[in-house]
């Protein structure tokens, strides 16, 4: 970015100058380390979510309570059905598994047989099936659910439970999740190392562009159970009633998931992942992207929804004291899935279970697990665990090289998967701007936002005034506002994706702009600069970019770009209510052009508009392997099933929007007029500074 803005200088002002920081004595930063009130604004989009998302979850809450019959549970069960299929993204149709066993490998007392099978065309599904020796007819069976361990069930914590449970005379089908195992999306073909990061990070960057054209990366991987499900019921060894679901962890999530959208299953025992949004909220925060459903608690959805779903089928939860998903919303759940199951008359075939530990496996859980599926799917197996010896790497592989991406030539991933949903869309030719309201969560600023001077710098011809403003969470985040001693009555706001200051140097666009009477204000907008960087990393952080965040806002129905859209707003009205200024015009940098889109959509107000190597689609960030992590944050989930950056430009035509860029943009942004579309090329004068636009 520091080359392009080089080059911003050189050819918007006619001049190259260096870019020279602040005056030595100059501290922009607006808020101060000793300001307790305001020092937590890297936290505050985080704690904003969590205040949005406990109001959701207590309306929730206050539907269930006022259920006090079984009729009622009936009708909570066919809301739940509803809105899980409406918030997982459409389901493929059933097409045919092509199974195939690669492999047997016989151990004695059990075989193996490793067998790949396609749960959509192309995209391939590496698992084993476990089968005990001496059976005597179709068996009880249960699929294994991995957790976040990148070699899968081949781990060591899962291989002990897999093959108790074969010891114990059950049939166990146990299968690779998308981006673990024999089934990474991203990995170097030498060596077999993945190159983005482990499981969560395999799950949620391409799980990110699933949600951006209306797909979840939980629909493919329920979809994987469920067509695990279909390949089970065709062998013989298989008692189709009596088949189960387990999983510890990431496998806790999968089995929960995907035995509440399958009937088939009978009964489902989840380990260490069902707590509630609450507790998850106040604690660990949102997970990648296979844990989040589309708007899920703006849907009225919760952890417990997925038992409650299922009942009254027998459900076990698997839990200990110290996890990760915490324990008092694991508690509140089974107090309020105890109430279904009551009315039901089946108090029985609802249990949890409980031990000392952290995020882990416990001898005591297991034997509960053991019994508890020996009570359920009638069967006389023992419920002591067992010792067991590890299976080798090389006894477990399934595929010829590996990799199913390797061995396979017309093998997709969830990327290749998004993409023809992609080609599926047909966004509407019109621009619905109530809808895109609607899909970023934007909310109309209502009253006139406080704010207050913490401190100013003079310079010549204009003094820098700090400032906070108060957002639309009750947060404050700073501004820097360039005042010139000579007005021009107009006004640019000036967005930066990475921090309010970058720009704001001697012989900068900012000093140049406030020399010649222009009022500039550049703000750090919520995420970004001071009000960036938050403690809540989560556990899909890419290059210092949260993920997790973004899915946060998701899951209420709200979006980063809206919020952030919000608070543009309040800055312009700003400007005309204190400032007087007779226009406002606004400069977009990069990713913040999609901001700048929206807000100027938005609000009238942001009379021009001017973009300055900008994010030129969402559909670019879907159509790339190898995408910016910088770009999810100013995406907006499920908008490519409506509108595009481009439509938002071409709304915009009125106030005759001028494009700067390092290449052409032509293509990019159909709707301009050529002489709007500036490419800056080494050697050439711009046609057009920043200057002669402001003057315009």
């Avoid at 797909?215 to 008692?239: C, F, K, N, P």
């Avoid at 929960?256 to 707590?275: F, H, L, Q, V, W």
């Avoid at 639309?472 to 005042?483: D, M």
């Avoid at 140049?512 to 750090?524: F, Q, R, S, T």
Wanted: aromatic share 10%.
């Amino acid at each position: 970015m520091n080359n392009l803005f080089s080059k911003f200088i050189h050819f918007l002002f006619i001049l190259f100058i260096p870019f020279v920081p602040i005056y030595a004595q100059e501290d922009l930063k607006v808020i101060q380390p000793h300001w307790v009130n305001y020092t937590d604004g890297h936290n505050a989009l985080y704690k904003h979510l969590t205040k949005q998302a406990l109001k959701l979850l207590d309306e929730r809450q206050e539907k269930i309570a006022a259920i006090n019959h079984l009729e009622g549970w009936k009708e909570r069960q066919k809301f739940i059905k509803n809105a899980l299929n409406e918030v997982l993204g459409p389901f493929p149709d059933k097409t045919p598994l092509h199974p195939e066993i690669t492999r047997r490998v016989e151990k004695g007392e059990f075989t193996m047989e490793h067998i790949v099978f396609q749960s959509q065309p192309g995209f391939y599904v590496s698992s084993t099936l476990f089968i005990p020796q001496n059976l005597d007819g179709p068996a009880p069976t249960i699929i294994y659910c991995s957790g976040h361990a990148l070699e899968a069930y081949r781990s060591f914590t899962y291989q002990h439970v897999i093959l108790n449970l074969v010891k114990k005379g059950y049939v166990v089908f146990a299968f690779d999740p998308v981006g673990q195992g024999e089934r990474l999306e991203y990995y170097d073909p030498e060596t077999l190392k993945p190159t983005v990061g482990g499981p969560t990070k395999q799950h949620s960057y391409p799980g990110a562009q699933g949600f951006i054209v209306g797909s979840t990366q939980a629909m493919h991987m329920i979809w994987d159970g469920i067509r695990a499900v279909d390949y089970l019921l065709t062998r013989q060894e298989v008692d189709p009633e009596r088949i189960a679901i387990t999983g510890r962890s990431g496998g806790g999530t999968q089995s929960s998931y995907i035995a509440a959208m399958d009937e088939r299953i009978y009964a489902s025992a989840p380990e260490n992942y069902i707590t509630n949004f609450k507790r998850l909220m106040l604690t660990h925060g949102p997970q990648d992207a296979e844990q989040n459903f589309m708007r899920g608690i703006k849907k009225g959805l919760d952890h417990p929804d997925l038992l409650l779903v299922r009942a009254p089928k027998p459900n076990l939860m698997i839990t200990t004291s110290r996890d990760i998903f915490n324990i008092q919303g694991a508690r509140e759940t089974a107090m309020e899935v105890k109430g279904i199951y009551q009315a039901y008359g089946a108090e029985q075939n609802f249990l949890m279970v409980e031990d000392d530990l952290g995020h882990g496996s416990t001898l005591k859980n297991r034997e509960a697990m053991y019994a508890f599926f020996n009570t359920h799917l009638r069967h006389n197996g023992s419920v002591k665990d067992q010792d067991i010896d590890t299976l080798s790497k090389e006894e477990l592989q399934v595929t010829a090289k590996g990799q199913v991406l390797s061995s396979y030539s017309d093998a997709k991933r969830v990327f290749d998967l998004n993409k023809e949903r992609l080609k599926q869309l047909t966004p509407p030719e019109e621009l619905n701007l109530a809808k895109v309201k609607e899909l970023t969560g934007y909310e109309v600023p209502e009253e006139e936002a406080e704010t207050f001077l913490v401190g100013w710098h003079q310079r010549e011809g204009y003094v820098i005034e700090k400032h906070l403003m108060q957002g639309e969470g009750g947060y404050w985040f700073p501004y820097l506002l360039f005042r010139p001693e000579k007005k021009s009555g107009r006004a640019l706001l000036y967005l930066d994706p990475d921090d309010k200051a970058i720009d704001a140097g001697l012989d900068g666009p900012m000093d140049k702009l406030a020399k010649e009477g222009h009022m500039v204000i550049v703000p750090d907008l919520i995420n970004i600069g001071e009000m960036g960087k938050s403690d809540f990393t989560g556990d899909a952080n890419f290059e210092g970019f949260s993920y997790n965040l973004w899915f946060g806002a998701m899951l209420i129905g709200r979006s980063i770009v809206g919020m952030q859209a919000g608070d543009v707003s309040r800055l312009v009205d700003n400007l005309y209510q204190k400032e007087n200024m007779e226009s406002v015009a606004g400069l977009g940098k990069g990713q913040m052009s999609s901001v700048l889109l929206h807000a100027a959509n938005f609000n009238e107000r942001i009379k021009k508009v001017a973009f300055l190597d900008p994010m030129t689609s969402f559909r670019s960030v879907v159509e790339k392997l190898n995408y910016s992590p910088k770009d999810i944050s100013f995406t907006v989930a499920g908008s490519l099933e409506t509108y595009d950056l481009p439509q938002l430009m071409e709304n915009l035509k009125d106030r005759d929007p001028v494009v700067f860029g390092e290449k052409s943009l032509s293509e990019d942004f159909p709707s301009l007029e050529p002489e709007r579309i500036k490419t800056t090329v080494q050697g050439e004068a711009a046609e057009v500074s920043l200057l002669e636009w402001m003057r315009e």
